[in-house]
């Protein structure tokens, strides 16, 4: 059978289901060509980079599903595994935190998300830098999901300073050595973050390669054990886990060693060896990884060949139901019907359906080039800023405003523009700041260093590529995840004909291309173009038609200001964070909630 015959098959296989769970206004899911999933022996399914997406993704029916169909699914596949008597563990690697309402719209934020994250019962959970950028994000992990997770949470190089005590200690367990349910496998399982130094002062990360020298791990790293797990907010191609891998390969050299990584907010798949395999699941609830390795797995047994798999699933219940077996009748259960519950209730109570204003058009951050009619970052440049960074007192004055791209963390879709997008596109609390007066000829070179790498990283040890969006690290590392090949999988463009019926239209999505091959995502779709942005934009306002303002006032994000200070000194300027003054009040996500309301039609 051709590879084209066995996609339109499962086509019609699974064309016949209707939808019910997920949000009340969700997306309904889109039908699309399925891989299926391989089970083996010891089975994963992997979240990463969730950031309080725990809803779904409301206007996206590729990733329309929440977190209360997940633990449906979740329930299913444990079904599963222990009815084939092999065994399946839920791994999240961190960053649940920052960048949807659900999370940031309460005050204090998470108000309803701890309780809801919980349900779900993960089986080896760390911690991600956005539950450290802030003192109280850390002492909320700390206080709720460390213990919600007890024996489960892991940090392998993370600790916590007690506020009361000033004590420091381990934010959990350092490792966990444990026995699958059904095959009685030994586990020990790691929890690392990669070598992050932004975290507030009352967490303390340790640089992996000093971790990998304590004496517990290398005690922990010797145990009697079947299968090693490192989880970790770590890119799977980042120097922190080949470190750790190299450290258990050279006392285990057969011992089989599983990666879970993220991070990156990309799909990506590599073997380090061929007793080795990673995955990283992606972001923002649009993927539930899966993982599975099959052969002997005990220890007695090491040397015959292990296979290893991978899928990305898109987090949607047309997906679900697929991989389940089941349908909308008998897919989510009483406890995933609770959840979605909760999360229905949490939106409504923090009025996340609020609707500032309709928009008229997409706006991409990447699949537009910028600029462009279509680009975010232009609709930021020549719209918003102009109307929005204006301090009423300085007004007239010719004026530079900087914004890092990194500051926008999604797109806007056409369509009702709500609390909910506010967080979801820009969940900083960015403020504006400025230095008045700055002499022009060093304030216009500004905008040139931010975007040159390289120049600015050597002064401060500053590494310019935080200012822009975390997908384009991975760039960097050459993942191509939008191939031209695989649509070419159908002869016409993007119409797929199954036998007799209409012809389906490929939903855009992710084409995965990994070291792995071509084909880990679940539903196969159309590519996406991938543009890449500036670190920085800038919008010149009040500036005299003709000739050079002697000065200008130099506005920025706040976020940026040490790079900002570093390349007016690299300009010429000498300035100190004392020079800088708050611009405007108000967050920038106030400010365009603001300019939405006055400039776009109220109702869609
Ligand atoms: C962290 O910084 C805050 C504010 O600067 C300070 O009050 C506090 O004592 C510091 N905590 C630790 C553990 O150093
Ligand atoms: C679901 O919620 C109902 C009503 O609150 C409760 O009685 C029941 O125990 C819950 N079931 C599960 C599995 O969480």
């Known amino acids: 059978m051709s590879l084209k015959r066995a996609l339109v098959g499962s086509v019609l296989a699974a064309l016949v289901s209707t939808v ?45 599903a929440d977190w209360g169909d997940y633990v449906s699914f979740a329930e299913h596949m444990r079904k599963k595994a222990d009815d084939r008597g092999v065994d399946l563990l839920l791994v999240d690697t961190g960053d649940r935190v920052e960048g949807n309402g659900l999370y ?91 070598d992050f130094t932004g975290n507030a002062n009352n967490t303390v990360v340790q640089p992996v390669r000093e971790t990998i020298q304590e004496e517990w791990f290398q005690k922990a790293m010797r ?25 258990i390969r050279e006392q285990n050299p057969s011992t089989p060693i599983l990666f879970f990584g993220g991070h990156v907010h990309v799909r990506d798949a590599t073997s380090y060896d061929s007793r080795s395999f990673a995955i990283a699941s992606g972001r ?3 993927t539930i990884g899966w993982m599975s390795v099959d052969g002997e797995l005990r220890k ?92 009423p007192k300085r007004a007239d004055v010719p004026r530079l405003v900087i914004a890092n791209t990194g500051a926008i963390r999604f797109d806007i879709f056409k369509g009702a523009f709500t609390r ?22 060093a304030a216009k070179k500004v905008i040139k260093l931010l975007n040159s790498a390289g120049k600015i990283v050597a002064d401060a040890h500053l590494e310019n590529e935080f200012l822009a969006i975390p997908e384009q690290l991975s760039i960097k590392e050459s993942i191509i995840y939008d191939t031209p090949e695989s649509s070419d999988l159908f002869e016409a463009g993007d119409l797929q004909k199954p036998l007799g019926g209409k012809p389906i239209r490929l939903v855009e999505g992710y084409t995965t291309r990994d070291d792995i091959g071509d084909d880990g995502d679940d539903a196969i779709h159309s590519n996406i173009n991938f543009y890449t942005v500036p670190n920085c934009i800038q919008a010149e306002l009040s500036l005299p038609p003709e000739g050079e303002p002697e000065t200008v006032d130099l506005v920025f994000f706040d976020f940026i200001q040490p790079w900002v200070l570093i390349a007016l000194r690299l300009s010429g300027a000498q300035y100190t964070k004392e020079d800088v003054q708050s611009y405007i009040e108000g967050t920038f996500t106030e400010l365009m909630a603001g300019w939405i309301a006055k400039n776009w039609p109220a109702k869609c």
């Open 20 to 64: 019910t769970a997920a949000q009340p206004h969700a997306a309904k899911p889109i039908a699309a060509p399925m891989r299926d999933l391989k089970w083996g022996k010891l089975n994963f399914l992997h979240t990463t980079d969730t950031h309080g997406w725990h809803a779904g993704h409301l206007q996206e029916p590729q990733y329309s």
């Open 104 to 194: 940031d719209a309460s005050d204090p934020k998470g108000q309803y998300y701890y309780d809801i994250y919980r349900e779900q019962d993960v089986d080896i959970i760390c911690t991600g830098n956005h539950e450290l950028y802030i003192a109280s994000t850390a002492d909320r992990e700390h206080k709720y999901t460390v213990p919600n997770f007890k024996s489960k949470y892991i940090a392998s190089n993370l600790d916590y300073i007690d506020p009361k005590s000033g004590v420091k200690k381990p934010m959990a367990q350092r490792y966990r050595k444990f026995q699958t349910k059904n095959q009685k496998l030994d586990i020990v399982a790691f929890g690392f973050l990669f």
């Open 223 to 247: 145990e009697e054990t079947d299968v090693f797990v490192v989880i970790g907010h770590v890119g799977v191609q980042m120097r922190e886990f080949k470190d750790i891998f190299r450290a």
């Open 284 to 286: 923002y609830m649009e």
């Open 300 to 391: 007695s047994e090491d040397e015959a060949a292990l296979t290893f798999h991978r899928r990305y699933i898109d987090n949607n219940l047309y997906g679900l139901h697929h991989h389940s077996g089941l349908n909308s009748e008998t897919f989510p259960t009483e406890h995933g019907r609770n959840v979605t519950a909760m999360i229905a209730k949490a939106r409504k109570e923090l009025e996340l359906d609020y609707t500032f204003g309709c928009a008229p058009k997409d706006y991409w951050m990447t699949r537009t080039p910028y600029p462009s009619e279509n680009s975010i970052y232009s609709l930021l440049e020549e719209e918003v800023l102009p109307a929005v960074a204006i301090n």
């Open 420 to 441: 909910d997008t506010t967080y979801i596109i820009s969940p900083f609390l960015s403020v504006l700041s400025y230095i008045p007066d700055v002499p022009y000829p």
